[in-house]
Structures are given as C-alpha cells and as structure tokens.
C-alpha cells in the first residue's frame, strides 16, 4: 500500500472515531448556555479542537432531536444563538457518559501500552 | 466584513428555504465571533480570507448543515428494485409477446430493426418514471413499514439452493430430444408427414422441408450448447452469453419458421384459415390439401409456442445476467436456465 493512501484511510478512521465522541463532548458542555463560538473555544481549552463547520451543524441535529433548546440572545453587542440542554438531553448526556467510561475502560484494557 | 456577507449569502442560496435566514443568522453571527476573538474589532482582510478557507466553500458548509441528499434511500432502495424488476420483465415480455404474435400470425408484418429501438427507449423511459416515483415517495418521507412486532427466528432461514449449478438431468433431456428430431429429419422422411385417412396420399409439411437446413443447424445449436454447459457445470457471465446467443438465433429461427407459415396458409387459403377446415366433409375422406393445410397449421401452432416459451426463458436469463451485472450477487433468476428450452 502507498503511503498516500495509508495517510488517507488513517485520516478517514481517525475523523469517524472523533466524530462519535463530538455528540458527548459538546452535551458535556452545555449544562449551561452557551453560543457557538464559546462552546468551539471552552472545547479547544481543554484540548479538544473542532472543526466549526463540524460543530454548527451539529448543534442543529441535537436542537431537532429534542436533546438541545436554543434561543437568541441580544444582550450582547450582536445577538448570539445560545444553546443549552433540554431535559431529554441531561438523560442522554448521563447515559452517554457511563457507557463513554465503560469504553475507554476496556479499549484502555485491549490496546497495546 | 463584505467577505463575510458574501460567503454567508452563498451557503444561504444552497439551504433549504425554511431554516435558510436562520441558518444565515447563525453562521454569520458565529463567524464574526471568532473573527472578533482572533483579530480584535477590525481584522484584515488576511484575517476573513483565512477564516473562510477554515470554514471552507460554501457547498461544503450548506451539505453539512442540510444533510446528504438522495434521490432514493436505503429505505426504499431495496422496494424500488423489486417494482423495477418487476415492471422491467412485464413491460419487456409483453412487448415481446406482441412483436412476436404479429411475426407469425399477419404475413403483411415485416420486422423494422428500428423496432428494438422503440423497445429499449419504452424499457429507458419506464426505468425513469419508478424512478421519478421513488423519488416522489423519498422526497415527501414515505418509507416502507417494517414488522418489527415478531422477533426474527434464524430457524426461518430457507435452505440454501445450489443454484448456480447446471442441472444435468434438464439438459441430456434436451439434448436427448434434439438429436430424435434432428435424426428424424436427417433420415426417416416418412415419419414428418400423415398419411391421409382416406387412401395412401402421404401429405408432408413443404415449409419444413424448404427450410431443413436452417432448422437442422439450430437444433445442432441447441446440441452444442447443452454439451458446452454440461461441460462448464456453472451459470456464469460466460455460459449465460452463450446461452442468450443461441436463444436469440433460435427464436430468429422460429419467427422465420412461423412467418414462413404463415405465407404459406394465406397463399392456401385466402379466406382465412378456418374456413379450410369447416369444408371438410364429415364422411368423406379428407382430401390430400385439407391434410397438408392442417400439418401446416399444427406445426405453426407447435412453433409459435416454442418460440414464446424461449423468448420468456431468454428474458429471464437476460434478468438474471444484468442482476449480476449490476447488482453484484447470484439471482434466483438463474434457476430458469436450467429448464429444458422446447426445441421445435
């Protein structure tokens, strides 16, 4: 195999496992509210660095399922769309959050030290 | 922040109507955000040009917040192939079923190749209106129900059939049958005609003998086939082929075969065909003519039906090798190939 194309399916893996993980990062995030560009730089503080076109998106499908509400704020100098979890959302996040442990738990178990 | 206003009109003329100012509200507001925390209240133009490229082209933004789009889900896909198979063969065997009905039974009809033109453009034209209703159905969410009340039992899982192999017993049969006929034709002439009932006129059927040759060489062709197939054991893309072509020259064969009677019966009999046999007297014996008309008249009656089973089984087959073509997995449709193809 070329090395091109390894790069291109390492890449391709590594985008679909941190893309399961984004749904739980940003429920994590938003027990309070918070706008877009906030939450992309609370995430990036802690390590964790997010593609905005990724996010936004993102935050529109948990706001249709019912896991996020979102509302517009304009108290600031321009008015800022700050979403926050609904209370299906704080179920969801508690659910997600045990089986995220039970997972790294045993993947930390599996994988080579 | 001109740049701005451009790159957010531009996701907003791909988005769905509903949520587009929404959408174009957001983004903008979540774009001037951070350009705000990078560059302070008045970045450069350097600052936007590398925001965007960040963010990237417009089409890219507008999928991701739209979702991917298809014409017909995975939902429906599964629904949409069997209603286009199924719609697909009809269409095609009537078709067929027809051309071949005005072959044989009007001898004014002369086969224009550019009837397989309209052919193909009625079977492209019907593909596309299952497809436009698919589309139809995705577009405005209808999706099939499943059953999902009963547990699934793996115990209802059919045996598996082997049915990408060639049935012997089907093809010595027919291989069997085609070499009596050709043996037949070859070398007992007193077996291809009735003797008429009322004295020792031997009546023989002229269409057959002025055409023996053609109709040896495709029952030779058939031979052929079965030996290749028997040989080979397996349906596949190669067997098929081979299976198809000598189909085809075989119907050709038994068009012609029927036409050919056709010609004959009218020349006959002008007044159409039944009258020949409501002449014939109750008590007397049957004149010579009469029983020609009559053996010409049964072997057109014998061929034409022939020719509508193979025309059937080749549509199947036909099924079959596309289905594998495009669709990548062993059809059910096989299993037609193995049925013996009633030679004339």
């Known amino acids: ?26 429920l994590s995030q938003l027990r309070e509210p918070k706008y877009g560009y906030a939450l992309i730089d609370d995430l990036a503080g802690r390590g964790l660095q997010i593609e905005q076109g990724t996010l936004y998106p993102l935050l529109r499908r948990l706001e249709e399922q019912g896991l996020l509400r979102s509302e517009w704020n304009v108290d600031g100098s321009r008015p800022r769309r700050y979403y926050v979890l609904s209370p299906e959302g704080q179920q969801v996040l508690v659910a997600l959050t045990d089986d995220w442990l039970q997972l790294t738990q045993a993947l930390v178990g599996l994988l080579p030290k | 922040m001109e740049l701005i206003d451009r790159y957010v009109a531009e996701v907003g003329r791909r988005l769905p109507r509903k949520n587009r100012a929404d959408i174009q509200d957001e983004l903008r507001s979540n774009l001037v955000d951070t350009l705000e925390a990078r560059a302070g209240s008045s970045p450069a133009l350097e600052d936007q040009l590398s925001l965007l490229r960040e963010f990237g082209p417009p089409e890219k933004v507008a999928v991701s917040y739209r979702g991917d789009r298809v014409l017909i889900g995975p939902d429906l896909f599964p629904f949409f192939r069997m209603v286009l198979g199924i719609v697909l063969s009809v269409l095609a065997i009537v078709q067929l079923v027809l051309v071949g009905v005005l072959v044989a039974f009007s001898p004014g009809y002369t086969f224009e190749p550019a009837w397989l033109l309209e052919f193909g453009g009625s079977l492209i034209s019907a593909f596309g209106s299952v497809v436009l209703v698919f589309a139809v159905l995705q577009y405005f969410g209808v999706r099939p129900t499943v059953e999902e009340d009963e547990p699934w039992d793996p115990r209802s899982l059919p045996e598996p059939e082997p049915e990408l192999e060639v049935h012997p017993g089907g ?46 060489t495709s029952l030779r062709l058939g031979i052929a086939l079965d030996i290749f197939l028997l040989w080979r054991g397996r349906w596949t893309t190669t067997t098929r082929v081979a299976k198809i072509a000598v189909s085809v020259f075989q119907m050709a064969v038994l068009a012609f075969l029927v036409a050919a009677h056709s010609r004959w019966l009218a020349a006959y009999d002008s007044q159409g065909l039944f009258s020949v046999f409501e ?59 193995r049925e013996s193809t009633s030679n004339p």
Not at chain 1, 4 to 9: C, F
Not at chain 2, 201 to 206: A, D, E, L, Q, S
């Open chain 1, 1 to 26: 195999m070329k090395t091109d194309e390894l790069t291109s399916i390492t890449d391709k893996l590594s985008q679909e496992l941190r893309r399961g993980s984004l749904v739980l990062a940003a």
């Open chain 2, 171 to 216: 093809l010595v049969a027919e291989m069997t049958f085609g070499l009596i006929l050709v043996v037949v034709l070859l070398f007992l002439p007193n077996l291809q005609g009735l003797v008429s009932a009322g004295g020792a006129t031997f009546v023989i059927n002229p269409v057959l003998q002025d055409n023996l040759p053609l109709v040896i």
């Open chain 2, 279 to 337: 002449t014939i007297p109750a008590t007397a014996p049957m004149p010579a003519d009469v029983a020609q008309a009559l053996v010409v008249w049964a072997f057109r009656l014998g061929f034409f039906v022939a020719l509508i089973v193979l025309i059937v089984e080749t549509v199947q087959l036909l099924i079959s090798l596309v289905r594998q073509w495009f669709f990548s997995e062993p059809s059910r449709g096989s299993a037609s190939g």
